[in-house]
């Protein structure tokens, strides 16, 4: 099976009629950082199309992308801004959204479309969708336009699009990616996740609806609304969006997302008590679950790794060797809190295991003397095809082997996963379970030719 080019795990972020739309898109990507850290692009314009609009995208973090004296000079009306991650396979800088077409459109999407039975030599999923919206866009009537070009498309797209005429904006009729609306002052922003409007001091509205699309014009400040056709069965929220992939400080679905991390460790603790003397977490991601799981149990919570936040996140580093080399450079135990304890360690999701297999060890080598590995998910035996960036089967450990051999490869004296019943119990049916159960609802048909490849 070939992933290369399949994967999106972005975050997306658009707002209109604004002086400072520029530097509040800036700001909005930048709390976005944590859904891509390969690229990120911005483009603004101004209401009047006789100037040129301003476009600066490119490989890197945020920070570095961007020229901040340049933000800070330029003043415009309406911006779109991306930050993306894919796999190595297609590390290009043309691929860097937002794509552009003629100076005047401008696409952002954070998603995956599956597409099982075409290659991808005509490009990723993102510049198939944006061709096909282009095709069909009506400058008499974007909304419409956009809304029939969307119909029949199967797979995961939050989109953000600046046209000649305004900025569009559609959510998948699943609702697999998050997307919110607020406004700061008046002016009306779309975005991945209500982290990005606290940061610019916007008001968090409501959720772009699953099938929702949406136009703001440039000639006045109101909302367009209308659906893409869709029935109630259909949803399939991402459930990996609230266990790893959101920001804490996210409300994302209608959970605040660090409480939902911190619930997911109670019912860890609930279903899978263990007897220790410290629960502790690995930092950040697994904290809220951690500190879910001290609470239930009564076993007391310490800090007992220390992580330095200057590197990128370990998973995403390209090979194997700097992603052995990443986790050691990453994390470090406080020698003090874990020597000659019965720990609880806590994580939100196991993956590859590299992570989980290096902090055991370094746990052991400081005196640890018992570690249970309490992992905060089920155990991820599936690929995503939706958009968030996970391997292929032949990399998933729980794929590959079963827990108690993933114990033993770990060395860790107790392995236990929050069982897949307790977290669908908890979401209910308006999840995508796929990672954990191979069901896999959207684009069934691609979905399967891609597993079979
Ligand atoms: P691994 O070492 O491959 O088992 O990765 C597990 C760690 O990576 C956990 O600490 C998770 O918080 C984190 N993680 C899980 N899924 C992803 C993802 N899609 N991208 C980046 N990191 C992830």
Redesign the pocket.
Known sequence: MNKKHLDH?CGVFGIMHHPQSLHLTYLGVFALQHRGQEAAGIYGCYSDLAQDPFLMRGIGLVHDVFDKQVLAQTELNHAVGHVRYSTSGSKQSQSVHPLIHEKRFAFCHNGNIPKGDVTRSHGTDSEMLFTKILEGYDPAHPLASLKESLIGVEGAYCLIIMTPEGLCYARDPWGIRPLVLGYVEEAPVVCSETCALDLIGATFTREVEPGEVGFIPFKENRLEVDYLPKSSAMSQKCVFELI?FSRPDSTVFGHGVYETRKELGRLLAKSQPVEADLVMA?PD??VPASLGYAETSGISWDVGLIRNHYIH?T??EPTHGVRHLGVKIKHNPIRDVVAGKRLVLV??????????LKIIKLLKQCGAKEVTLAVSSPPMMWPCFYG???PNRDELIAAQMSVEKIRERINADRLVYLPLEDLQEYFGEKYCYACFNGKYKVATEEVTSLLEE
């Open positions: 795990k790893y690995v991601s697994g996140r998973f995403i994580d939100d999701s196991l993956v590859r295991s590299t992570t989980s968030v960036d996970t």
